[in-house]
């Protein structure tokens, strides 16, 4: 005797169905828990230059990076150009030493729940990463900026991405954080600058009343950042 071909019930087939939709969801949010605690290797990376390089060669590199800026602008003479090329580990060196209390002498208070400030180069951008820890959840948080020069002599920025671990997640999350700590001048910032933004990159010479500073032109590396500043009379 024959025994009849299995037939699968619609009952059945859709148990199994819930089954693997059950499997791809949890599966995908394994997928997303791990890149959300990722942290990126150029994260690795600066923390292990910080950790093995000793902390007077990392002062010393902050120091330069001063020295340097400071040789710059103290030769006020109007059509000057200067050009000035720091590699990524004398910058990440600065942002470890100086970073805060720049930020507080520019009058500006860095939220105390977010720390480690670094940055790493790509060809015509700059990730800009920091250590979000709220006390409940510790994340790498990383901005991607283009940075490009125009032709009229305006520099366009440009968020082009954000990234909590290895994860992208909307931009708009940003500006929903800024705003939650209460700066909203800043949160317009980020807006814009997810739009994209070209601003005159002009500022007041800091020891001159009649010389202003221009950024001329910016090229960014994956090891270094060149910028030609030139000496302008003040407007």
Not at 68 to 78: G, I
Request: include cysteine; charge should be neutral.
């Amino acid at each position: 005797m024959t025994t009849p071909p299995w037939r699968w019930t619609w009952r059945q087939r859709l148990q199994v169905l819930g089954y693997g939709v059950s499997l791809l969801i949890f599966l995908a949010g394994l997928w997303i828990t791990w890149k959300w605690r990722s942290r990126p290797a150029y994260w690795d990376r600066n923390q292990g230059f910080l950790a093995q390089t000793d902390s007077d060669t990392v002062r010393q590199l902050a120091d330069d990076v001063e020295r340097r800026l400071l040789d710059l602008v103290m030769d006020a003479q109007p059509g000057r150009v200067a050009k000035l090329t720091l590699s990524r580990e004398q910058i990440n060196a600065w942002m470890a030493q100086r970073m805060t209390a720049w930020a507080a002498n520019q009058g500006y208070i860095l939220p105390p729940q977010l720390g480690g400030y670094m940055v790493n180069l790509e060809e015509g951008q700059i990730v800009l990463a920091f250590e979000h820890d709220n006390g409940s959840v510790n994340q790498i948080v990383s901005l991607r900026f283009e940075l490009m020069m125009e032709s009229a002599g305006g520099l366009h920025a440009h968020l082009t991405q954000l990234r909590a671990g290895d994860l992208p997640i909307p931009s708009s999350w940003l500006v929903d954080r800024v705003r939650s700590m209460g700066d909203q001048g800043q949160a317009q910032v980020v807006a814009k600058l997810m739009e994209g933004v070209t601003f005159d990159p002009v500022w007041r010479h800091p020891a001159s009343r009649s010389c202003q500073i221009r950024i001329a032109q910016l090229a960014i590396q994956p090891d270094r950042v060149t910028v030609e500043l030139r000496m302008e009379p003040r407007p």
